[in-house]
């Protein structure tokens, strides 16, 4: 049988009591040791590679977000004022 981690953490849930009295139960994780080796590699493979992070994705989406509500509302602005144009036309 092949070797084994055992990674161990508190799954706690805000809105729901699961398993002790502060409502958070301990969960085990057991990976074997192959896969344990292969994820360190995908990390270090990674962690070179210099690419696009989490953080960075965080920051794009943030300013995606900012930019399509600003051209969101141009947009409606600029129907508006379209409209009252239209009347007055």
Sequence with gaps: ????????????????????EDGCSDVVLKVPQKEVIKLQSVANSSSENKGFSASDFIHHADSF???????????????????VLTIFK
């Design 65 to 83: 977000s900012f930019s399509f509500g600003l051209v969101l509302i141009f947009y409606l602005i600029a129907k508006s004022v379209g409209a």
């Design 1 to 20: 049988m092949s070797k084994e981690l055992e990674i161990t953490t508190k799954f706690c849930h805000p809105y729901m009591n699961f398993g002790g």
